[in-house]
Every structure is written in C-alpha cells, then in structure tokens.
C-alpha cells in the first residue's frame, strides 16, 4: 500500500483535479438515484388518493431527464478531471525516471536493463493512471453513494437496509479469494512479462547478428519461449480471477435477493408499510451498481503494488551526487590521482593511475584491447565513479562539480557513436542547442562532414535513422565530432575517433579534430598510432596500469611494449598501401 501511497506523492501539485473530479463523481452518482425516487414519487401518488395529471407526469418524466442528463455530464467531468491528474501526474513521473537515469551510474542502469527500463517508463507508469483517473476517485464517489445509500436505508428499517446488504459478505469474500490467489499469481506473471519485454527488445537489436548468423530458430525460440510463458501466466491468472469474477458479478447487483422476500413478508404482516417497502426495493437496486464499482477495483490495487514497487525501487537507486560548484575554469588541466576502479567488486581494471593532461597539449592513451583505456574516459565524464583516488580538473576533485558543469567543461565523442533518430542538424545542435543553422553549417564544414551531408536526399534535414544507420561508421563520426566541436567544451576527450574510418576518410577525421583541438586539452585513445605520433605525452596501458609514459620518439627507445605497437602498426600501414597499390 505505501508503494500506491507514493504514487499519490507525484499528484500532489495537481489536487485541484483530483478534488473536482471526486466532488463531480460523486454528484454522478448521487444524480443516477434521483430517478428511483421520482419513481417512488410516482408509485405512492398513484397508490394512494393524489391524482396522476399530465402536468404531474411531465414534470416527473422532466426531472427524471434532467437529473439523466446532468448524470452523464458530471460523470464525463468528473473523468475528464481525473485523467487531467492522472496524465499530468504521469508526465512527472516520467520526468523524474528520465532525470534518474541521467544521475545513476551506468553500471546501475546496465543491471537495470533496457527491457526493465523500458517496461518502467512506458507500462507500469502508464498502469498507474488506472489507480489515478479510476481506482481512487470513482472508488470513493461510489463509497459515498454506498454510504448514503445504506444511510437513507437504516433511516427507513434496519431489517431492509440489512437485507439489502446481505449479499456484501458473499461478494466479497469471492473478491477476497480473488485477490489471494491473484496475488500468488501475480510475481511470476511480472516476471514472465519483463522477460518478454527484454527478449523483444534483444530480439530487434540484434536483428543483424541473427540474420547474419542464421540463428532464426534459436532465437526465436527464445523469443517464443518469453511469449509463450507470458501466455501461460495471463491465462492462469485470467482462469483463476474469472471463477470469482463471475461469482461477485453475480451476485452484488442482486440485492434484491433477499429485499423482496423478506420485505413482502414484513408488509404483509403489517410490521412495513407500502411505502416504505416500495422505497426499500427502489433503493436497494439503486445500491447494485455502486457496490459492483467499489468492489471491481479491489484487485486493481495488489495488481499494481507490484507495478508501484519497480517504479519505487527504480526511484531509490543510488545517485552518483553532484556536486556544488557551478563551473569549470576556461583553460584547465585534467589530473587523475592514483585513481583504481572495478566493475566488479574485488575485480580493479584500473590500479593506480596517475598523470596529467595539460591546457593545449595532447594526450594520448595506446595499449591492447582491454587495457582500461576507454574505461578511464568514461570515469572522467562520471558514467562511473572511482573506487580510490581522485580524477581533478583545474586541481579540483570532479565530484565537487555540478554534473551540468562537468558536461558543459567536456566533449567526449565515445567508441560507440549514437545518433538520434531525427535530421542531421538536430543531431549537431546537441553540442549546443542554442545554436543557429548557419553556425551549425560552418562547424560541419571544419568537421569535413558538409559535403557528405549536402549529397544526402535532404541535405541537413535528411533523418538519420535508429541509432544513425543510414550513415557510414566514418560518417557517423565525422557528425559526432562536428557536434563535440559545436559544444567547444575546454576539455576534448576522444576515444578511437578514427577506428571505422578508412585511410581516405582518417585524413578527413585528422583534418576536423585538428579544428576541433585548438587551444584545449585534449585527451586522445588511439589504435592507430600514426594519429599520434606528434601527442605531447603517450600513456601505453597493460592490464590496467600506465606502463611506460613519454613522447613516442622517448617510447621507441624505452618501452618494449611500444616498440611492438609501432611495428605493427608500420606493418599494417604498409599492407594497406602494397594493397591499394596492386588494386591500382
Ligand atoms: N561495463 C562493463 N562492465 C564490466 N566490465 C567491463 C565493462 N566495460 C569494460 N569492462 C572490462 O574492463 C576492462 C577494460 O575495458 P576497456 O573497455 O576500458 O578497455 P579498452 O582498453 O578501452 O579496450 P578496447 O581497446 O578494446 O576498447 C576489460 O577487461 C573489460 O572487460
């Protein structure tokens, strides 16, 4: 329940709508039983001496419409207030969950999972509108109307009003039979769904690799195992539910069961009057569908305390805190001291790393394969944090800075690059969403980029699509460096800029970092050496650590480890060259 109270936390700003949409509820349901006692008017005028006239009957059948019409129209307002508050409370929601994942280490956010993740945002979120737009207000209206009900009942015979909630105890004792096993029910079904939803989104992502690998009937057997599980589950649940369904459907609108009986024997026997009977039975069908609506929504609630809990938990993940300076100096140096981190508790892909990148210098960062190169950048820009030690810009820790500062003080264009699927020039104007189109033009120019794009379908307005696929690996990063250079950030940190580019295109990519680095400082992960042979200090990683260190003439003498690099880094250069020119 405190899950469910939570939710409610999100809607307090928006109480107006939800006081409105209780109060319209509730006249909607009070207004739906003035007809049963115009009826009851009618009955006792025509049972005892008044006389039925036209212009009495007119003005019954007028109320009865009235009181119709006004029905329906506080019913629609009162809906359309609640789902006013339900959307705007889940806007929030969704707003909080976007910031939170900004603020959670991607470590989190990895364990976390896209299919969970996405499950998060879009289903259980929108799940919560059921409590918010239906759940809680038309359950409280319809307790009210209950309430008076049962009020004007007991008022008239205790006998009747008992008797016309004799069946209440039945109804929900199915409900409560309901929700039990439901409830047995419901973690597997969740499960079974965010296994779905994961398998899908794994399904469509490496749609490529399946293709290409014929792994059809593996795959998708995985794929219709998540299905065919999820089936199973809703069923089960739906099989369970619907034996009680049936039963409370039953029998809460009958609450005449025992009403007529009773009450015929109570008028006859003279301990009831006419009057009194007739009203009895008019109420008591007036109470039927108030009681069904109060109870249909019993089971929505532990259904959704398992919904409320992800978002919850979500919610309370831990944050990596941001700190309280608001800016970065304009030319600073970059210093990581005696910094080690692990992924993995206990497992350090990083051990004591040391050095300093200064304002208008180029570092670069060379070594094998999972050396811990692009992990140091990544602990620069805070995806993580370090486990020991401490990463300073201008000779303050990065943790005293504000994220909004670290990212203003920062371009890092990653291995990975990730366009938006929308045009080109929005996906510039991210490095500085202020800019015009004209600036946007000119920094795709000195990124080499403008002429690709002009020779696009729609120049800078072509969009990109998922992920950018439309465009080329080298293009790809020739767009994401024109948008690093468009935020002109102090610090440039690049992590394999050139690794998908071929030699022709290397040139071009040489040619817009070299734009992009004027006057920064520039840290640069390179797997072809020739990219940096004239970088102010080479860092050679191994196994996590700074190797050697020093400028690549002072590296072909000392370390071993760079003097292999080199050689093979010469050896595939000249392959390259004795291919192209036999291809000549
Ligand atoms: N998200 C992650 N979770 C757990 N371990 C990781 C993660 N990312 C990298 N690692 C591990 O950390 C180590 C360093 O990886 P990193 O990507 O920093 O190496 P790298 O030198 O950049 O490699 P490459 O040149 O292949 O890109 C590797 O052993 C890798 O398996």
Known sequence: MEQLLNVYSYAKQYRKSMYSSILLLSASVILAIVPYYLVYHMIM???????????????????????LALRTQTHHMGLSASHRLAYDTLMGMRKRTADKLRMMPMGTIGKHGTGSLKKNFVENIEDMEIILAHAVPEGISNLLTVVIVTGALF??????????????PIGLIAVGFMIRDGMQRMGPYYQASKEMNETIIEYISGMEVIKVFNQTASSFQKYRASVDNYKKYTLDWYKVSWTYLTVYSIVLPSTLLFVLPFGTLFYTNGSLTLGTFV????????????????????PVFPQLKQKAQKIEELFAEQELASGARS??????????????FAYKDGVDVLHDIAFTARPNTVT?????????????????????????GAIEIGGVDIREYSFEALMNAISYVSQDIFLFNTTIMENIRIGNPDATDAEIIGIAKLAQCHDFIMATERGYQTTVGGSGDKLSGGQKQRIAIARAMLKNAPIVVLDEATSAADPENE???QAALNSLIQGKTLIVIAHRLSTIVDADQILVMRKGLIEARGTHGELLQQSPTYRTMWTAHREAMNWDIAVLERSN
Not at 46 to 65: C, H, K, N, P, Q
Not at 155 to 168: E, F, G, N, Q, Y
Not at 327 to 340: D, L, N
């Open 364 to 388: 670069a960062l060379v070594g094998e394969s999972g050396s811990g190169k692009s992990t140091l950048a990544k602990l620069l820009v805070r995806f993580w944090d370090v486990r020991e």
């Open 327 to 340: 800016a970065v100096p304009e030319s600073c140096s970059v210093s990581f001291r005696h910094v080690s």
């Open 45 to 67: 005028r025509f049972t005892g001496e008044g006389s039925l006239s036209i212009a009495y009957l007119a003005v019954m059948s007028g109320l009865v419409f009235v009181s």
């Open 155 to 168: 008022a008239l015979d205790w006998r009747m009003a008992l008797l016309s909630l004799a069946v209440l």
């Open 279 to 298: 009203l009895s039975i008019l109420l008591a069908m007036s109470l039927g569908v108030p009681l069904m609506r109060l109870v249909e929504f019993l």
């Open 507 to 509: 040139d071009r990519i």
